[in-house]
């Protein structure tokens, strides 16, 4: 597990300073030598023994837990409860015995929730984030709520062994945390190939899987992995039958090859009990591989996500690249791609030259030079210039006609023993150079984030997408 600790401050200051600090400001007196003397931790190591003791207890917590017979008592203060909470400051009131029933992992972790009340600090694992927001919440710690909700943010890629996005997914729908269920989905988009090998992709609910299979920006190996992981979700959960036909056809089947639409339509049981909700796509996926993109736009909309390509890994739509000691010197590659996504144009390939400089600088901060005796103006250091990743095709723009590229690039990072997508770039369609590409990442440092041991893991793709030459037949 991760573990991680939430700190705020309670009413009465935690400052973590013991000894003696120079003031700000002089005392009104004039003296010079004025000084703060801190002992707040001093304070809150009182307050904990407080709590730990029960000393000058005005108020007793029964807890119970539902289900159970178990009962946890805590001998507490009414006065520190209240300042951190309006709940309890209402619940106590005129009681000095109040009894609480909790759920099982919200009870387990009631003592700690107390604690932090009393000194405004708290450790926290990944399988704990839940109730102890769930308490934060009914109580009204809005701190710890805040607190917990940036520790699940930050802590979605580490590592647990039954997998935990899907599980705060669904916490953060229940909540109505629309801010924690974007990262949540965007984390899962970039990294399904990995959520789909694990042991939270039985728990994904139907809504959640709907949401992800209507996205171009999915990281996956291919569309085929997408259709077998879907039918292993349909054949795990056994959903109702409109569920199942809804997943079924959010699958891109003109992005898998046709040998092996053969072959799902042959050997698929989930395919085979729903064939005739399928029947239409699996025909149009063949005309998809079968027709020329031009002639095929006459009679369909090309543009529709049946026939986008999501971001996969697999050889034909990219290529990695590994930047050993990225902040050195420039650092050129070239890769192929297939020119379309239709088997129509498999035999084709496109091939694209790559460019990264770790120090461009954009023309507004490079040197001037002027004629007069001063010669050029101060030179700009090095530190000033940004990374720069540009995408170029090494052929002329008529050899692809009627075909556009969707240019992606994506940032690996290590998290305990995973490689995973912290960052995902998009080019604008028809632009060669990304704009902001790693501006937030100190490429100095070897220890970067963005880095795996001293590297730079980049996987480089390449989205084929027909254009809609001739107006749709209505």
């Known amino acids: 597990w991760t573990n991680s600790r939430v700190s705020s401050s309670p009413a009465w200051g935690a400052s973590a300073c013991l000894s003696p600090r120079p003031a700000q400001k002089a005392e009104l007196s004039g003296e010079a030598a004025g000084a703060t003397i801190n002992h707040s931790l001093a304070l809150i190591h009182r307050l904990q023994e407080l709590l730990h003791n029960g000393n000058a207890s005005d108020v007793t917590l029964q807890v119970r837990t539902a289900g159970s017979d178990e009962v946890k008592v805590f001998h507490t203060h009414q006065l520190l409860l209240a300042l951190q909470s309006e709940a309890f400051e209402r619940l106590l009131q005129n009681q000095s015995v109040v009894t609480l029933q909790e759920p099982a992992d919200s009870a387990a972790l009631f003592e700690k929730f107390i604690r932090y009340l009393y000194c405004g600090e708290i450790s926290i694992l990944l399988h704990q984030a839940i109730p102890l927001h769930r308490l934060a919440s009914k109580y009204g710690v809005s701190t710890l709520q805040r607190g917990v909700a940036e520790y699940m943010k930050s802590h979605l890629a580490s590592e647990s062994s039954q997998g935990h996005v899907v599980g705060w997914y669904h916490y953060a729908v229940t909540i109505g945390d629309a801010g924690l269920q ?65 997943v079924l056809r959010a699958v891109r089947y003109a992005m898998i090859p046709p040998s092996r639409l053969f072959q799902l339509q042959t050997q698929s049981a989930v395919m085979a009990r729903h064939y005739g909700a399928l029947q239409d796509l699996l025909f149009q996926a063949f005309q998809f591989h079968s027709a020329s993109p031009v002639h095929l ?51 084709k390939r496109v091939t694209w030259n790559v460019l990264f400089s770790p120090r461009w600088l954009p023309v507004s901060l490079r040197p001037v030079y ?64 990304l704009p902001d590409f790693l501006a937030q990442a100190d490429l100095q440092r070897r220890n970067s984030e963005y880095l795996i041991d001293g590297s730079l893991h980049l996987h480089l793709i390449v989205k084929p997408v027909y254009h809609s030459l001739i107006k749709v037949r209505k």
Request: glycine share 8%; with cysteine.
């Open 370 to 433: 002027s004629d007069s005796a001063s010669g050029a103006l101060p030179s700009v250091r090095l530190e000033d210039g940004r990374p720069r990743l540009v995408i170029t095709p090494a052929m002329s723009s008529s050899d692809f006609a009627g075909v556009s590229f969707q240019k992606t690039v994506l940032v690996g990072v290590r998290q305990q023993a995973r490689i995973l997508v912290k960052h995902a770039y998009s080019f604008h369609q028809s632009t060669d150079e």
């Open 182 to 246: 974007e990262r949540c989905l965007q984390f899962l988009a970039w990294n399904l190939s990995a959520v789909m090998g694990g042991a939270e992709w039985g728990a994904v609910s139907g809504e959640l899987l709907a949401l992800l299979l209507a996205r171009s920006d999915l990281v996956l190996q291919s569309e085929l992995e997408l259709f077998s992981a879907v039918e292993e979700w349909v054949g795990r959960r056994q959903p109702e039958a409109p569920v199942a036909v809804k």
């Open 297 to 347: 736009a006459k009679y369909f909309d090309v543009n529709c996500s049946m026939f986008l390509p999501r971001n996969y890994l697999s050889g034909p739509w990219g290529s990695p690249w590994l930047i050993t000691n990225p902040a050195r010197d420039d650092r050129s590659t070239s890769f192929q791609t297939q020119l379309g996504p239709s088997s129509h144009d498999a035999g």
